[in-house]
């Protein structure tokens, strides 16, 4: 059913999430002011290559291990920073690693030089990066444009809640994890920010959204709570792979919560399919519940436990395949050492994904049920209520 938006709540809506989330970065972030602090790794200067001097194969010999390198020799023009303009003089270096995975470079390119300063003061130039984010951003510029395109003013709806949903991770959730904060209210607090602000916008203040907004909570705390009983049952670490060992080791003072990263990265992974089955379901029965509105509580239960039953394959597909897809390098590269298939599973990260799949995709299925059970209650109670206002 489609109700008019009244533009004031709308709009109030949108503000008082801006203030949340600025009021809450600011609380989230640490004595260190892990957001605001000016990052000191560097990724080089933006250059454009002019020309390609050399290529040349070579072989380095380190004991009974012979290398081939390869070796690039090009001209580039700096267009940034203080040198901009100037042309310099460049290397790009492969080793028998790189060679199939890193392009060479070739007239035109863009990418990132970075300065090797030697004891007579002069500087080498070392190829880094290639400049990567003007393809991104052109990417998100089409995303958005067809967002508008098909759903015109729904469209605009949605990019809002994008936006606002990866500031809330990005600005509230990220810095309070670093900052040393409780990872597990946070992820609670950024979460129940995301439900109620994303169907808000999308639907409006409505019994539908209620409704979705109960079933997806309650999803994601089956899939949280599960999550923390696995850990422990399974021993988890939370040292999974060369990524958390090193996150772990950059600073000891901050005593980052390993298990509570897991906690989070598996609720956040699963808020978006619980909030998308969960809204599906609020709409089919708010539909249902106008053209049949003397159903009762029972078959209206029914009626969503049907429809949750065609969702249910397609979202705990997209949970599985989507761990699965990020993560098939890593499980190919352990199924060369491993001699059977018992030992994969016993490694800490590939348990670890399986348990992010798995408790994802039971977060869904709790979704169904209670997200049927809230929208009866809410209209159920609403249609109670003008039965009596009739008497």
Request: glycine share 8%; aromatic share 8%; hydrophobic share 50%.
């Amino acid at each position: 059913m489609s109700v008019k938006r009244r533009p004031l709540p709308y709009l109030l809506t949108i503000l008082l999430s801006c203030l949340v989330l600025y009021g809450a970065g600011k609380l989230a972030d640490g004595p260190d002011n892990f957001l605001f602090t000016q990052r000191t790794g560097e990724q080089g200067t933006k250059a454009q290559v002019v020309d390609v001097l050399s290529d040349e194969d070579t072989t380095q010999d380190y004991e009974t291990v012979s290398f081939a390198q390869r070796t690039v020799t090009f001209r580039a023009k700096f267009l940034e920073g203080d040198k901009k303009g100037q042309v310099v003089r460049a290397t790009q270096t492969m080793d028998t690693l790189q060679m199939q995975a890193v392009h060479a470079v070739e007239k035109g390119d863009k990418l990132y030089l970075t300065a090797a300063h030697k004891a007579d003061g002069s500087d080498d130039y070392i190829a880094g990066n290639f400049v990567r984010e003007n393809w991104l951003l052109g990417l998100v510029a089409v995303f958005f444009l067809l967002m508008l395109l098909f759903g015109r003013m729904q469209g605009l709806n949605t990019i809002l809640s994008l936006v606002l949903t990866c500031a809330a991770v990005f600005t509230v959730l990220v810095p309070a994890i670093a900052s040393g904060r409780n990872i597990y209210l946070w992820t609670v607090l950024v979460c129940l920010f995301i439900v109620v602000m994303t169907l808000s916008i999308i639907t409006g203040f409505t019994r539908k959204s209620a409704a979705a907004a109960l079933g997806c909570l309650g999803g994601v705390c089956v899939a949280g709570l599960l999550t923390v009983f696995m850990n422990s049952a399974m021993k988890i670490s939370g040292l999974v792979d060369e990524d958390t060992f090193m996150l772990a080791s950059q600073d000891p003072s901050r005593n980052l919560d390993l298990l509570g990263i897991i906690f989070a990265a598996i609720v956040i992974g699963a808020l978006g399919a619980t909030m998308d089955v969960s809204m599906s379901i609020s709409s089919s029965l708010e539909e249902l519940l106008i053209k049949v509105p003397d159903m009762s509580f029972i078959e209206l239960l029914r009626s969503g436990l049907r429809i949750g039953r065609d969702i249910m394959g397609t979202m705990a597909n997209t949970l599985i395949l989507a761990y699965v897809g990020s993560s098939l390098s890593l499980i190919l590269l352990m199924l060369s050492y491993q001699n059977t298939t018992a030992s994969l599973f016993n490694l800490e990260f590939i348990a670890t994904e399986v348990l992010q799949a798995l408790a994802g995709s039971i977060g869904i299925l709790f979704t169904i049920p209670l997200t049927a059970i809230s929208t009866g209650l809410l209209y159920r109670r609403r249609q109670r209520r003008l039965q009596n206002e009739q008497v």
